[in-house]
């Protein structure tokens, strides 16, 4: 009976080892969506929608993360070993030269672009970036403008998210920054601007 | 065309029945129930024939007239002519009126005259007023035996309804397209046909319109107030269709995902002839000209069928790149490091295709093209390119006089190749002059599969001087040489890769670049990546240059995983320390002592106020300093470590000595760079 016990007490640790594993390159979700509440509201302005609270990500890091009473002790260990990482992985930095320009380029062009989310021409797409959504409310001369705008917009977001994973040093994060990103554009958009989800469009 | 035959069959059927039972009488009232005749069937027939001033005056009414198709059937027909004029072999009515109802042409009441010669089946008909959906249609029509011949005239017919009309008689699938575009016109129509019995032989139609607004359902074919003219003939010549057109659009403007078009600005017309192959539903356009008026011509042939160009001969005249690029060539770019480019010059280009196989030529004469945002530029390109995914080869000689990437300057320079099987291949080696020296490219093999673009060469970089590029690159004038034999730089999916090494001479010792790769050189944030190897740099030559301090010695370093972001570094694992086996001797200056203690986050002229400050150099045994860059932060450490720190100098050798230890290990870069700057035109340490 006692081996059976040893063994599974094992196994749990064996398991907990290669979680917490898992747990220590974690992408910081919640620290994601503050950097990118912090770079959409500059890019944006104050004007647009204000920034709902954010949660649901640190709820679902600690939901994952609620062990039972025999396993605290193996997890205490692990991340004392691996604590001084995990510091650092706690915040994401999105403050480098690169992602300076970008940003600043992004805002600049915002002014051109606003108008366009305004009218619903140009819509949120579900993946973070834009998309010309109704071609009929641009005028004829000015559709190639805005046209240029989006590709040129779009070239600047994956670019942004490609730079925020690998600054941070993590360029496999780039999918869930982008991921991250692309709720956080949606919600922080004003009322009226169109956005994407699941195929459909809908208006804020 | 349908409606016009239909009418005119009409018309000679309802004056065949007539001519059958006409009789002379000064009143003659008959009254059928039901009559066949010919293919013609009716009911409830009423005639009342009256003899007046200018001839005879008739009335005739049926409920139900039958015809065969396309006609059909007629209801509540009504005829009268107050003029009948019955002759030998002829009649005419000249001022004659007609109602009916139809299923498709709805209530009609129509003036006519006619004059007819059964006996040669020769009918000349004039009608006004009829109504084709709301369209006001006014015809003369000649029919001899067999053989018609109409004029038809609309002044002012609706777009919308010419569609409702010929919905009847399209199949549900052009319906379906119809629908799913709004379209709005008033149109001028005059048209001349001829044909025999069904067939209609010869068409020459004139169309004018000066507010064609149509759109497809997402917008991505648009025409707003469009002004045109259309001249259309057409003669039917063994079964085939030779057709003659000539069009243009002088007002308004079009968008056609993604060319925007301003007619009002530059006038486009079109002029072309070639033949409707019936049998083979083949297009035949056997010369034919596309002119937009201060832009471009184009001279094409074609042949299609319907679904598929198969083949296709196209030429282009002599075009102004600067008013070609923004209409023609930038819509297409959006997004590309071509998006945005400032051009001049002139260009033609030929493009030759049957079925699968195209060639393309471009001829190029004084081109200037210059990137917006200043990243590259090209002048005085001149030459011939092209390509071809055939096996016939097209040769390439293409020159330009000078040009740039980023800060790289580039010389003359003159490209000769083929292109053939989708893929360019140089036939000499390229000599590509940078800076002072050259970039000699062999086997330069550029192809194009599946959308993207991929080049390799291999080459050998002759010595470039640290002097011009430390100049082009706003450095601090540097000294030496950089040069490299590169076994193969490629590019692939926007990324370029650079195999072998470039080496460059500088302060009297060699560093190694290895691992080039640049990440989309033109995209939004250029990376470049590389590891970078130095070994023993002489430090008197390198602390001179940047005024550091002097410091005697080598130095032996390492710059691995360094990224550059926007040319920016932005990470990197750097490592510089004395060499083991260095015998030289070692000394470090006050200055120097003072600048690295500077950098390693100490104060500055701790040297100047102590008793050391008599020693004008100290000898040390091992210096060195390592960072790792990440996220704007640079984990510092030195050369062992020291008490609460690290050795940045190791004392050693002959006093005096000295240890220089660096307290802080997390130093934030930009800060470091300040640090740097301040440290190399800093005045250094007061020696009192």
């Known amino acids: 009976m006692k081996v059976v016990k040893w063994f599974s007490g094992s196994l749990t640790t064996m398991f907990l080892l290669a979680s917490c594993v898992t747990i220590n390159i974690y992408f910081p979700a919640a620290a994601a969506e503050k950097a990118a509440d912090r770079i959409i509201e500059d890019v944006w302005g104050p004007e647009t929608a204000p920034v709902e609270k954010t949660g649901s990500s640190e709820e679902q890091q600690s939901t994952l993360a609620q062990p039972n009473h025999g396993e605290k002790l193996a997890i205490q260990v692990l991340n004392w070993l691996v604590s001084p990482a995990m510091a650092a992985d706690a915040n994401l930095n999105i403050s480098s030269p690169a992602i300076n320009t970008i940003q600043s380029k992004m805002k600049k062009r915002h002014n051109q672009l606003k108008a366009f989310y305004d009218s619903g021409a140009v819509g949120l797409t579900g993946n973070g970036l834009i998309t010309v959504r109704d071609a009929k409310a641009i005028a004829l001369k000015d559709r190639n403008t805005v046209k240029s705008l989006v590709a040129d917009e779009n070239k600047d977001r994956n670019a942004l998210y490609a730079e925020i994973a690998r600054a941070n040093g993590h360029p496999e994060w780039q999918a869930d920054i982008q991921a991250t990103f692309a709720s956080r554009w949606v919600k922080n958009a004003a009322k009226g601007w169109w956005y994407n989800t699941g195929g459909t469009w809908q208006k804020k | 065309m349908k409606f016009i035959r239909t009418w005119l069959i009409f018309c000679a059927a309802v004056l065949l029945a007539w001519q059958s039972v006409a009789v002379s009488s000064e009143q003659i009232k008959i009254t059928i129930g039901s009559w066949v005749f010919e293919e013609k069937q009716a009911e409830n027939l009423d005639f009342n024939l009256t003899l007046t001033d200018a001839g005879i005056g008739i009335k005739a009414t049926?409920?139900?007239?039958?015809?065969?198709?396309?006609?059909?059937?007629?209801?509540?027909?009504?005829?009268?002519?107050?003029?009948?004029?019955?002759?030998?072999?002829?009649?005419?009515?000249?001022?004659?009126?007609?109602?009916?109802?139809?299923?498709?042409?709805?209530?009609?009441?129509?003036?006519?005259?006619?004059?007819?010669?059964?006996?040669?089946?020769?009918?000349?008909?004039?009608?006004?007023?009829?109504?084709?959906?709301?369209?006001?249609?006014?015809?003369?029509?000649?029919?001899?035996?067999?053989?018609?011949?109409?004029?038809?005239?609309?002044?002012?017919?609706?777009?919308?309804?010419?569609?409702?009309?010929?919905?009847?008689?399209?199949?549900?699938?052009?319906?379906?397209?119809?629908?799913?575009?709004?379209?709005?016109?008033?149109?001028?129509?005059?048209?001349?046909?001829?044909?025999?019995?069904k067939q209609l032989q010869y068409a020459k139609v004139n169309l004018a319109t000066s507010t064609l607004n149509l759109s497809d359902e997402d917008g991505f074919f648009v025409a707003e107030n469009t002004a045109m003219l259309l001249d259309l003939d057409l003669k039917l010549i063994n079964h085939d269709w030779q057709w003659q057109t000539d069009?243009?659009?002088?007002?308004?403007?079009?968008?056609?995902?993604?060319?925007?078009?301003?007619?009002?600005?530059?006038?486009?017309?079109?002029?072309?002839?070639?033949?409707?192959?019936?049998?083979?539903?083949?297009?035949?356009?056997?010369?034919?000209?596309?002119?937009?008026?201060?832009?471009?011509?184009?001279?094409?042939?074609?042949?299609?069928?319907?679904?598929?160009?198969?083949?296709?001969?196209?030429?282009?005249?002599?075009?102004?790149?600067?008013?070609?690029?923004?209409?023609?060539?930038?819509?297409?770019l959006a997004g590309t490091a071509a998006a945005n480019l400032e051009l001049s010059g002139i260009t033609s280009a030929k493009f030759a295709m049957r079925d699968d196989d195209y060639q393309l030529t471009i001829d190029l004469d004084n081109i200037f093209i210059e990137d917006a945002d200043g990243k590259f530029g090209f002048y005085e390109l001149n030459g011939q390119t092209g390509w071809t995914n055939t096996s016939e080869p097209l040769p390439i000689e293409l020159s330009w006089q000078g040009g740039y990437v980023y800060a790289v300057q580039l010389g003359a320079t003159e490209v000769i190749a083929e292109t053939k099987l989708s893929q360019l291949d140089i036939q000499e080696t390229w000599v590509l002059p940078i800076f002072d020296g050259e970039l000699q490219l062999n086997g330069f093999s550029l192809k194009r599969s599946d959308e993207q673009t991929q080049w390799t060469f291999n080459g050998l970089l002759t010595p470039i001087s640290m002097e011009s590029l430390s100049s082009a690159m706003e450095w601090p004038t540097?000294?030496?040489?950089?040069?490299?034999?590169?076994?193969?730089?490629?590019?692939?999916?926007?990324?370029?890769?650079?195999?072998?090494?470039?080496?460059?001479?500088?302060?009297?010792?060699?560093?190694?670049?290895?691992?080039?790769?640049?990440?989309?050189?033109?995209?939004?944030?250029?990376?470049?990546?590389?590891?970078?190897?130095?070994?023993?740099?002489?430090?008197?030559?390198?602390?001179?240059t940047f005024d550091f301090g002097k410091i005697t010695g080598k130095l032996d370093g390492q710059v691995h995983k360094l990224r550059l972001s926007d040319w920016q570094p932005v990470q990197f694992d750097?490592?510089?320390?004395?060499?083991?086996?260095?015998?030289?001797?070692?000394?470090?200056?006050q200055k120097?002592?003072?600048?690295?203690?500077?950098?390693?986050?100490?104060?500055?002229?701790?040297?100047?106020?102590?008793?050391?400050?008599?020693?004008?150099?100290?000898s040390y045994q091992k210096l060195g300093l390592n960072c790792k860059l990440l996220n704007d932060t640079c984990e510092m450490s030195g050369v062992g470590e020291a008490e609460q720190g690290y050795y940045i100098v190791k004392g050693g050798g002959l006093p005096p000595r000295i240890n220089v230890v660096g307290y802080t290990r997390r130093v934030d870069w930009p800060d470091l760079i300040e640090r740097l700057k301040s440290v190399s035109q800093g005045p250094g340490p007061v020696i009192q």
């Open chain 2, 247 to 332: 069009m243009m659009i002088d007002d308004g403007q079009a968008y056609g995902e993604p060319v925007f078009l301003d007619f009002a600005e530059s006038a486009l017309s079109f002029s072309g002839k070639g033949v409707w192959q019936t049998d083979k539903q083949k297009l035949l356009i056997n010369q034919a000209k596309i002119t937009q008026q201060d832009i471009a011509d184009l001279t094409f042939e074609l042949e299609s069928d319907l679904k598929i160009v198969n083949s296709l001969k196209l030429t282009t005249s002599k075009i102004d790149i600067q008013k070609l690029y923004p209409i023609w060539l930038q819509p297409f």
């Open chain 2, 574 to 589: 750097a490592q510089f320390v004395t060499p083991e086996k260095d015998k030289s001797r070692r000394r470090i200056s």
């Open chain 2, 478 to 544: 540097l000294h030496g040489k950089l040069s490299g034999v590169i076994p193969e730089v490629s590019y692939k999916e926007q990324n370029i890769y650079v195999d072998g090494a470039l080496m460059l001479k500088l302060f009297g010792g060699t560093t190694v670049i290895r691992n080039l790769q640049l990440e989309q050189p033109f995209g939004a944030l250029p990376q470049l990546y590389a590891d970078v190897d130095i070994n023993t740099l002489d430090l008197e030559t390198l602390t001179q």
């Open chain 2, 62 to 197: 049926a409920d139900v007239l039958n015809f065969a198709e396309p006609i059909g059937q007629l209801n509540n027909v009504s005829l009268s002519c107050n003029e009948l004029q019955l002759k030998t072999q002829q009649y005419a009515c000249l001022k004659g009126s007609l109602a009916f109802t139809h299923a498709k042409l709805a209530s009609q009441k129509i003036q006519f005259s006619i004059k007819a010669k059964p006996e040669t089946a020769n009918y000349i008909v004039s009608v006004k007023g009829l109504k084709l959906a709301e369209i006001d249609i006014s015809l003369q029509a000649e029919l001899e035996n067999d053989n018609w011949h109409v004029l038809l005239d609309s002044p002012t017919a609706s777009l919308k309804n010419i569609t409702t009309v010929l919905s009847a008689y399209l199949s549900d699938e052009n319906i379906e397209t119809l629908t799913s575009w709004s379209y709005e016109a008033d149109l001028s129509i005059k048209a001349e046909l001829s044909g025999q019995k």
């Open chain 2, 592 to 618: 120097a002592v003072d600048n690295l203690s500077q950098i390693g986050g100490g104060a500055s002229g701790i040297l100047s106020r102590s008793f050391l400050r008599f020693f004008e150099d100290f």
